[in-house]
């Protein structure tokens, strides 16, 4: 559902903390505190919170102050969690309270990285599905067992509260909560301003599949790729790309996964579900058809492989992002 057009901007807060990485907050501020008047759009208004007015200490030897403190958090509508300073520690009592009181109140509440910490810490989690940076999935899940943890995907939408892997995949649920809010075109928009894919398949225990050939000209696994995508429409066999490449099949399958980090027909499936995107987004053609039409053997296959690769359905899809 997109946002309403709001008598006021919709409130982000994102929580700053003793020892954090500026990677992370700098995203959310790029992503929020940037006004963007050229998208035409009511854009949001960002806030940085803390616990303390005191100053707080950054990876990389810099200190910052935070303008707003935890009755501001508490009072937004888009709560954003960047991290905790230890995942084996306890966050305060002080936190976990604003946290719950943002929730109660309906602000839809995020974590990026290890901030699943806080959201869990604060009962936000219990009997949810939720991810986290797969090197803390095993202790979150064990700190707090009543999390359904998932530490194979890049993010996990569950409506008001979502939880999102490592550093960069923050970025694609950044754009995922801007697509959720605003669109496909404006998510779409703001990808391209911050250099970003809108979209990515796949998750975090494996390589995010290359959507586009290596730079070398005279690559022939780029040359296969790049034979590929223009033939998605056509039935697509290792034989079909490795006989565009010159090469043995199997020499083609190895030389194909040292590059992309997975195999041929993988890859294929995984750009024509990227392929049909912009299809549902802003066609009202039968999902049937579109499927045929990014090279998918029936409707059935086409369905299987997108709900594989989407967490949902191509006519769910549609319903929530379709112009």
Request: proline share 7%; charged share 20%.
């Amino acid at each position: 559902m997109l946002l309403p057009a709001p008598s006021r901007p919709h409130r982000v807060a994102v929580l700053a903390f003793d020892g954090m990485s500026p990677f992370e907050l700098g995203c959310v501020v790029e992503f929020f505190g940037l006004p963007r008047p050229e998208l035409d759009v009511p854009w949001y208004e960002l806030a940085v919170c803390a616990e303390t007015r005191e100053p707080l200490r950054v990876v990389g030897g810099f200190t910052m102050r935070a303008e707003h403190g935890l009755d501001v958090l508490a009072a937004a509508d888009t709560v954003i969690v960047t991290g905790v300073p230890d995942v084996r520690g306890d966050v305060s009592a002080t936190l976990a309270e604003a946290l719950r009181r943002a929730h109660a109140r309906g602000a839809r509440m995020v974590s990026i990285c290890s901030g699943a910490f806080a959201l869990a810490a604060a009962g936000l989690l219990d009997g949810r599905a939720a991810t986290t940076h797969w090197r803390y999935a095993e202790l979150l899940q064990r700190r707090f067992p009543a999390v359904e943890v998932n530490p194979s995907v890049l993010y996990v939408d569950g409506g008001d509260v979502l939880t999102s892997a490592g550093s960069a995949a923050g970025l694609d649920l950044l754009i995922h909560l801007v697509r959720t809010d605003h669109g496909p075109n404006v998510a779409n928009a703001v990808a391209r301003r911050l250099v970003v894919a809108p979209h990515r398949e796949g998750g975090q225990a494996q390589f995010i599949e290359a959507a586009v050939p290596p730079v070398a000209d005279d690559d022939p696994v780029a040359r296969a790729m790049s034979w590929a995508l223009d033939n998605l429409a056509r039935p697509i066999s290792v034989a079909d790309l490795a006989g565009v490449a010159h090469m043995s099949e199997r020499s083609f399958i190895r030389h194909f996964r040292r590059q992309t980090g997975t195999s041929p027909l993988r890859w294929v499936i995984s750009q024509r579900v990227a392929a049909s995107l912009p299809m549902l987004e802003s066609t009202r053609a039968p999902v049937e058809e579109i499927g045929a039409a990014v090279g998918f053997e029936s409707p059935v296959t086409f369905r299987h492989h997108f709900t594989r690769a989407m967490r949902t359905s191509p006519s769910a899809y549609r319903r929530a992002f379709g112009a």
